[in-house]
């Protein structure tokens, strides 16, 4: 007995113990909410569900916001209004509070729950049973943000991201779910193109991530612009981040940033938010994870590729990059290599043995160079009518107010870049493609694909000008916005028609002056590889 009860005592502690290590990454996030309010008055606040993207709900976005709500109670120095009072509250205001939240929201919510501070974030699940909180606390009155901070959790829940319209979220996964669920997307045949971005993001790589960033929708307008059996293709990106030291050691120093999304507004996010840090650069360990942790079409004619970028030698860590990219190349996805530095150095450090073994191409380029896009004369108007667009899209519900404000965060990026990069340009191009995916949250767009009836528009979920509408007001109102954007989206594509042909002449008098830039070592790979797959291109 005596023995028994030892055992019964050393089990109880180490239970003891491992639920003090699962809840201290909350804990600490809510600490250091709780310190961001320190010279707030009123510490009266509310902790809201958190969503996956899109707005989508599962177990776990309660029980973020229960936990939370306890570590902040715990604290002392913070008073939160009840869950359940909360939850009745929306209910009986017909108010909805996940994710990001806009301002007019914000306010509102604090003036009916009496709070000067709310709580909210999303969710995003990563590999191996994680998921990662961004939390923000939000003044109610001016709308700023008073603190943010992230965690990454152990996922304890089993149930599957259900978004608005009931549907599952894309890419979802459970801890213990071993079915492939279908990437978003195309279907019936439709062309597809699937990119992976693996980006070293270790102290030296400041250069390879602004390039990334500036030069994201010129990619993909190069991609979206090809064309197979007569169709534009749906292009899917997913990123992924290594050898940056804030990351596990025993993940490789690896993070699946985003899984393959439609979403490109998502990834220009994403790509603004990363830091470099460090460190450890496992080319081989991040390539088998994207392999393995993505969830690729299975069809022959995808299009399927990676593109690992770095400066160190492709052979660190525990895991082999020859197994890797073997595995990569059973499944039809190319590994195209991209080192920063001298061609022979990355020769030397196996990057193109690398590229070599999985069909791809290897291409070194200057990740201090300055990306510099041509000028043309049409390209200011493009940009000025892109932000035209902006007003022909509705909103809808919480997930649309996010995707909205989303959109015009991205559009400042694009024009806060340096004009030499064009991005603002690009930008304005792919937002007047018929690939810019819009259509999950936006009134126009959901209509034009079938994806919403006008019958199940619910007046609560539209934008504040609209909820006071007749039913007769809203369909013109609707039809209008439908008629400008397609007004402006040809303007756009008349101006790119011009605009072709003068940077056509302009690159061939410019070919092969400058350091190569991660645009064009990109785009030289993808017209290549994707031409065996059947796409063509323009020129």
Same mark, same amino acid.
């Given at each position: 007995m005596k023995t028994l009860s030892r055992f019964?005592?050393?089990?109880?502690?180490?239970?003891?113990?491992?639920?003090?290590?699962?809840?201290?990454?909350?804990?600490?996030?809510?600490g250091k909410l709780a310190k961001g309010l320190n010279d707030q008055p009123n510490k009266k606040v509310a902790v809201m569900d958190f969503s996956y993207p899109g707005g989508a709900q599962s177990s776990g976005s309660s029980i973020v916001q229960e936990r939370l709500t306890t570590f902040l109670v715990e604290g002392g120095k913070i008073e939160v209004v009840e869950r359940s009072l909360i939850k009745k509250?929306?209910?009986?205001?017909?108010?909805?509070?996940?994710?990001?939240?806009?301002?007019?929201t914000t306010k509102e919510l604090g003036k009916v729950l009496g709070v000067a501070v709310i709580i909210t974030g999303t969710l995003n699940d990563l590999p191996k049973n994680r998921t990662e909180v961004n939390a923000r606390a939000i003044d109610t009155e001016s709308g700023k943000i008073l603190a943010a901070s992230q965690a990454k959790i152990e996922r304890t829940w089993t149930d599957l991201p259900v978004r608005p319209d009931g549907t599952v979220a894309p890419g979802s996964t459970t801890p213990t779910q071993t079915?492939?669920?279908?990437?978003?997307?195309?279907?019936?045949?439709?062309? /597809?193109?699937?990119?992976? &971005?693996?980006?070293?993001? *270790?102290? $030296?790589?400041? %250069?390879?991530? =602004?390039?990334?960033? /500036?030069?994201?929708?010129? &990619?993909?307008?190069?991609? *979206?612009? $090809?064309?197979? %059996?007569?169709? =534009?293709?749906?292009?899917?990106?997913?990123?992924?981040?290594?050898?940056?030291?804030?990351?596990?050691a025993d993940e490789g120093y690896i993070r699946q940033v985003l899984p393959f999304t439609t979403d490109l507004d998502h990834v220009s996010e994403k790509l603004f938010a990363l830091k470099t840090n460090g460190g450890q650069e496992y080319c081989g360990w991040v390539i088998k994870d994207a392999v393995n942790n993505l969830q690729w079409d299975p069809r022959s004619d995808v299009y399927k590729a990676v593109f690992v970028a770095g400066n160190e030698p492709f052979t660190q860590g525990s895991v082999d990059f020859r197994q890797s990219v073997a595995e990569a190349a059973k499944k039809g996805i190319v590994v195209n290599t991209i080192f920063c530095g001298a061609r022979q150095a990355g020769i030397a450090t196996q990057w193109k043995t690398g590229a070599d073994l999985a069909g791809g191409d290897y291409t070194n380029i200057d990740q201090?160079?300055?990306?510099?896009?041509?000028?043309?004369?049409?390209?200011?108007?493009?940009?000025?009518?892109?932000?035209?667009?902006?007003?022909?899209?509705?909103?809808?519900?919480s997930g649309g107010r996010e995707a909205k404000m989303k959109q015009e965060a991205q559009d400042s990026n694009a024009l806060a870049a340096p004009a030499a990069a064009g991005m603002a340009t690009q930008r304005?191009?792919?937002?007047?493609?018929?690939?810019?995916?819009?259509?999950?949250?936006?009134?126009?767009?959901?209509?034009?694909?079938?994806?919403?009836?006008?019958?199940?528009?619910?007046?609560?979920?539209?934008?504040?000008?609209?909820?006071?509408?007749?039913?007769?007001?809203?369909?013109?109102?609707?039809?209008?916005?439908?008629?400008e954007r397609k007004n402006i989206q040809e303007k756009i594509n008349q101006l790119n028609a011009e605009?072709?042909?003068y940077v056509a002449q302009k690159e061939k008098e410019l070919s092969g002056k400058g350091a190569q830039t991660l645009d064009q070592a990109v785009i030289g790979a993808i017209r290549g590889q994707a031409a065996k797959k059947g796409f063509s291109f323009k020129n």
């Open positions: 019964a005592v050393i089990a109880a502690c180490a239970a003891l113990l491992a639920g003090q290590a699962a809840a201290e990454p909350l804990e600490k996030l809510a509250i929306l209910e009986e205001k017909k108010l909805e509070a996940t994710g990001l939240i806009d301002p007019a079915t492939h669920v279908p990437p978003p997307g195309p279907v019936g045949g439709k062309p /597809t193109v699937q990119i992976a &971005i693996l980006l070293d993001t *270790s102290n $030296s790589m400041d %250069g390879l991530i =602004n390039q990334t960033r /500036t030069q994201l929708w010129r &990619i993909v307008n190069e991609l *979206s612009g $090809s064309e197979k %059996g007569g169709n =534009n293709p749906v292009v899917q990106v997913a990123l992924y981040e290594y050898g940056n030291d804030g990351l596990r201090e160079a300055q990306v510099v896009s041509i000028k043309a004369p049409q390209d200011d108007e493009i940009a000025r009518l892109g932000m035209e667009l902006n007003r022909t899209f509705i909103a809808y519900g304005a191009l792919f937002k007047a493609s018929k690939q810019y995916g819009a259509a999950s949250w936006d009134v126009v767009g959901a209509l034009e694909s079938g994806q919403m009836k006008e019958s199940e528009i619910r007046s609560e979920e539209l934008p504040d000008n609209m909820r006071s509408m007749s039913e007769s007001e809203r369909k013109e109102y609707i039809k209008k916005q439908a008629s605009r072709q042909k």
